[in-house]
């Protein structure tokens, strides 16, 4: 008696396609995020990572206010200090950015025999290396030296304006000046993005399980917005990271600061001046951030996804 075995034949991997809706649906998300409370929970972030001694009131009363006329006026609001242009820039191409490598990338580990959860992590982590070489290097930069630069402000000097300290970092360091902590920001990205997808999917496991939603029915609103805020909360655990690009790019004067700084300087720097805890300052804005970020994506994602499919006439197929 023979007995005849069947062999399915493995199934084709298909590139996800990159739509002109879905670069314009993130670029327009994250424009609103960061023009909105993003900015002024980067700013903050920032002056905690760069002035490690500060608590959280302190890195409010340290951060300039809107008003120069009021600048040691602890009750003034936070400023948008890297908002124009540096963040709009950021925020308009990261997204772009991200979305043609990581597909590219995920589509290639697939190849090889990649599951979707490791190809989607896999060009989640290609993607966020090329957003740090691509855009976000002198964006981040740029922002950090805004932001930090506002010391000369409080001396009674007037700063210089923005394209005028772009210009003079170029002309004294050229491109890797303008550019210096890509390396940190690409370890953050990279980190990042491969932790908060990991994390994410994670949660969503758990609600799914919780809410007796495992068959793949839709999750709510709120359902989302706790999966991918419990996500890119717990992601800051690479904090130490981004305290290291905050000092690398960071226009505060030190003079116990080495010259030259690498990732690895910058680090046994910040260890031996201000301990573990000094690596992670600048957390709960981060976390804060993160939350914020989640909302915008999730909550006004399908009011945007809605306006972007009648602006365009394609439907939008991004995952926000």
């Known amino acids: 008696m023979s007995t005849t075995t069947a062999t399915s034949a493995p199934p084709k991997v298909e590139k996800k396609p990159v739509k002109f809706s879905n670069l ?7 424009m609103f995020e960061v023009t909105t409370l993003g900015q002024p929970l980067e700013v903050v972030k920032t002056t905690m990572a760069a002035n490690r001694a500060d608590s959280f009131p302190g890195a409010l009363k340290r951060t300039p206010p ?6 040691n006026d602890p009750t003034s609001t936070p400023d948008y200090q890297g908002l124009i242009p540096w963040a709009w820039i950021e925020a308009s191409t990261k997204g772009a950015v991200l979305l043609f490598v990581a597909s590219e990338a995920e589509y290639h580990a697939k190849t090889f025999g990649a599951s979707d959860f490791v190809g989607g992590v896999s060009g989640g982590m290609a993607g966020g290396v ?11 930069c740029m922002k950090t030296v805004e932001i930090t630069k506002h010391k000369i402000a409080a001396k009674g000097v007037k700063p210089p304006g923005t394209f005028e ?15 210096r902590g890509v390396n940190a920001v690409a370890i953050r990205q990279t980190t990042n993005w491969g932790s908060r997808f990991g994390l994410s999917r994670l949660a969503e496991q758990g609600i799914r399980k919780a809410t007796g939603k495992e068959d793949g029915q839709k999750l709510g609103n ?13 992601s800051a655990w690479n904090q130490p990271i981004e305290v290291i690009r905050v000092e690398m790019q960071s226009k505060t004067e030190d003079p116990l600061r080495p010259k030259n700084l690498t ?9 031996e001046t201000n301990g573990l805890k000094g690596l992670y300052r600048g957390v709960t804005p981060r976390i804060g951030l993160g939350v914020w970020q989640t909302i915008c994506m999730v909550a006004l994602g399908d009011i945007a996804k809605e306006a972007v499919e009648r ?10």
């Open 263 to 271: 990732v690895g300087k910058t680090l046994k720097y910040i260890y």
């Open 165 to 179: 300290t772009f210009m003079d970092i170029y002309r004294r360091e050229g491109i890797r000046g303008i550019n």
């Open 24 to 30: 314009l649906l993130g670029a327009g998300l994250n």
């Open 311 to 320: 602006l365009t006439g394609e439907k939008v197929t991004a995952k926000h």
């Open 222 to 234: 709120m359902e989302k917005i706790l999966a991918s805020g419990l996500g890119g909360g717990l």
């Open 130 to 140: 090329a957003q740090a070489y691509a855009t976000m290097g002198f964006c981040t």
């Open 66 to 71: 809107s008003s120069p006329t009021h600048i």
